[in-house]
């Protein structure tokens, strides 16, 4: 077995900033007219997907085995999207499902 502690903690980082940086707009939104914040929190989202799915794939270059998790990992999101609606829904499974497999396929 592979020691995941530093993975561990950098995954949790990275959801704090995610957290963060999707609660910011929405808390400087309910005070304001809803201008430039709302396209900016709009945009976020959609934005947020498409760095997760390059961010995914770079590594990915080359390599038969992950590529199947990868498209596993994009078809839930799509699903869930479709099933759901949003973007926060859709990520969390997709990013769950892709991180499963790829413990998974590494056990």
């Known amino acids: 077995m592979r020691d995941f502690s530093g993975a561990l903690a950098i995954v949790a980082l990275c959801g704090i900033g995610t957290y963060?940086?999707?609660?910011?707009?929405?808390?400087?939104?309910?005070?304001?007219?809803?201008?430039a914040a709302s396209r900016f929190s709009g945009a976020v989202g959609p934005a947020a997907i498409a760095a997760l799915f390059v961010a995914m794939l770079?590594?990915?270059?080359?390599?038969?085995?992950?590529?199947?998790?990868?498209?596993?990992?994009?078809?839930?999101?799509?699903?869930?999207?479709?099933?759901?609606?949003g973007v926060a829904m859709p990520t969390m499974l997709?990013?769950?499902a892709y991180g499963l497999l790829l413990v998974l396929r590494m056990s």
């Open 20 to 35: 963060l940086l999707r609660l910011t707009p929405m808390l400087y939104r309910s005070g304001s007219d809803g201008g």
């Open 58 to 85: 770079l590594p990915l270059l080359g390599t038969v085995g992950k590529t199947s998790i990868t498209t596993v990992a994009l078809l839930t999101t799509i699903i869930a999207q479709r099933m759901f609606g």
């Open 94 to 96: 997709g990013t769950v």
